[in-house]
């Protein structure tokens, strides 16, 4: 798409938070919605996001802008159904599936993934189940639950920031420490890749499988931005 705009800028919303304008008219999302962010410092930096683009727009370049607008499109309407997919990460939790070899393996992944289910004990009084190997553990019903109420406490737009944290590093329990500050953003990326950089020591480095890690991470490190300037 070509930009037809000269400038973003940010006012008040009537309805609360913050709008971006296009050369004075208030930004919709794709649905036709208003675009209202619920931060200034968001609004601020989501329009930058709109000022940045050059002779033509491209939404891939716009992270902030595009989770927003899940948050309202996709978060809002559909609420429940959208905890209850993120709340499905609950039943295998990747920090709950330990390597069964090599024993080195398995002992790294203790180090960093137990420190992280004990932050959700600790907090939530969420017990967990955990196993060697790829065949499925039952959770506790309670702790899927509770799994659930945590997310079901959080706003639509840290919802939204979740969702890829979560798909990106298959756990729920991870995100939500990172969504409450308990761990930050590089020590949840090691958490989730831990298998990656594993394989990449002993193994070696693969071109393809480097760029699309990158990939990940720069979609990682948009969420986390994203949550930061919620608060």
């Not at 196993?131 to 737009?157: F, M």
Request: glycine share 8%; net charge negative; proline share 5%.
């Amino acid at each position: 798409m070509k930009r037809f705009y000269r400038a973003a800028t940010i006012a008040p919303a009537e309805a609360g938070g913050f709008a971006i304008h296009l050369d004075g008219k208030p930004l919709v999302t794709p649905g036709r919605t208003p675009l209202n962010l619920p931060t200034r410092a968001l609004a601020l930096a989501a329009a930058q996001e709109w000022n940045d683009q050059g002779d033509d727009i491209d939404p891939r370049s716009m992270p902030l802008t595009g989770l927003a607008n899940a948050a309202i499109d996709r978060v809002a309407p559909e609420r429940d159904r959208f905890i209850d997919g993120l709340a499905l990460f609950g039943e295998s939790d990747l920090l709950c599936y330990r390597a069964e070899t090599p024993d080195a393996l398995a002992a790294e992944q203790a180090a960093l993934w137990n420190p992280i289910l004990d932050w959700s004990e600790r907090s939530h009084g969420h017990r967990f189940e955990i196993t060697r190997g790829i065949r499925h553990v039952a959770q506790p019903t309670e702790t899927l639950a509770g799994l659930r109420n945590v997310l079901a406490s959080l706003d639509d737009y840290r919802l939204a920031a979740l969702h890829p944290l979560v798909t990106i590093g298959g756990s729920l329990v991870t995100a939500l420490a990172l969504a409450a500050g308990a761990i930050d953003g590089d020590s949840g990326w090691t958490a989730v890749t831990i298998d990656e950089a594993w394989q990449e020591r002993h193994w070696g480095s693969d071109d393809e499988a480097s760029a699309a890690l990158a990939l990940k991470r720069a979609e990682w490190d948009s969420a986390l931005r994203f949550l930061a300037l919620l608060d």
